[in-house]
């Protein structure tokens, strides 16, 4: 919980006496490449369930699982870098990325 809160924090702009950092924007280079790390390693890790003889339902939980963790883990690593800003944003489009490769796993037969 106490990793949350830090998160929180440091995303909002406080617990750092650095040089002020640029805002996070919706939109930018970081958060495509966000969406698309997401999609791919969720459709890779779904793809591989599936050639493991996983089902087309365990794979869709096994890709998206495992897309959300490494989004996760990335965040968590920018809070322990000094040099790296963990952000919400960056969150949302991991999640947006694991959402349409989930949408198109499930379209696969």
Do not use: N, Y
Not at 37 to 50: K, Q
Not at 56 to 75: F, Q
């Amino acid at each position: 919980m106490d990793k949350v809160l830090l998160c929180l924090c440091l995303s909002l702009g406080g617990g750092h006496a650095g040089p002020k950092q640029p805002g996070d924007r919706l939109f930018g280079e970081d958060k495509f490449q966000h969406f698309f790390t997401s999609f791919l390693v969720t459709g890779l890790s779904a793809g591989v369930a599936r050639l493991a003889g996983a089902d087309r339902e365990t794979s869709m939980w096994i890709g998206a699982g495992t897309g959300l963790a490494v989004g996760a883990e990335k965040e968590l690593l920018d809070i322990r870098s000094p040099t790296h800003t963990p952000s919400f944003l960056d969150l949302a489009w991991d999640a947006g990325g694991v959402g349409a490769a989930t949408a198109v796993v499930a379209q696969a037969r």
